[in-house]
């Protein structure tokens, strides 16, 4: 799913929900999340993939439970990023989950940094509500996984 402004769209939020089957959705967060490579490989997927601009700034999220996996990344304006969700003029701030591998979602915002408050409530929203990630890890790994979100968006 994705959402573009009217005026451009390079610019919006879009989500993939349950990516999977054959290894799509750990070559989707494998750049972002170490422990992906070596699942990556068993599917058959090349290594080369697990890279990403030096540019980005990547924080895992802990979640607590075993296999369940998180990141948060920020991609500078111009920066293109090699699963092609950033790169279109503004920065961009994503969010990769992946349970029971390898299913995995995503939700990348690509808006002005006076829209990032839009950004912002994004990946809180994807994160609480639409990953997968909430009915696996329980209320207290998700809230202590909101409160690194959070400090994440803070800092950049």
């Known amino acids: 799913m994705t959402a573009?402004?009217?005026?451009d769209d390079s610019e919006g939020v879009e989500m993939v929900i349950n990516a999977?089957?054959?290894g799509a959705s750990v070559a989707l967060a494998c750049p972002y999340i170490p422990a992906l490579e070596a699942v990556?490989?068993?599917s058959g997927i090349s290594a080369?993939?697990?890279?990403?601009?030096?540019a980005d700034v990547v924080h895992e999220i802990t979640t607590g439970t075993p296999k369940i996996y998180a990141a948060v990344?920020?991609?500078p304006p111009q920066v293109t990023d090699v699963t092609n969700f950033a790169g279109k003029g503004n920065p961009t701030l994503a969010l990769f989950t992946t349970t029971n591998?390898?299913?995995?979602?995503m939700v990348a915002c690509t808006l002005p940094s006076s829209q990032r408050s839009?950004?912002?409530?994004s990946l809180r929203f994807f994160l609480d509500d639409e990953s997968n990630v909430a009915a696996e890890v329980g209320p207290s790994n998700l809230?202590?996984?909101?409160?690194?979100?959070?400090?994440?968006?803070?800092?950049?």
């Open 143 to 156: 809230s202590r996984m909101d409160s690194a979100l959070a400090a994440f968006l803070s800092t950049y």
């Open 101 to 105: 591998v390898p299913i995995g979602d």
């Open 4 to 7: 573009t402004t009217a005026s």
């Open 20 to 22: 999977g089957e054959g």
């Open 40 to 42: 990556d490989e068993a």
């Open 73 to 75: 990344v920020w991609v």
């Open 48 to 54: 080369s993939s697990c890279s990403h601009s030096s």
């Open 118 to 121: 839009i950004c912002d409530a």
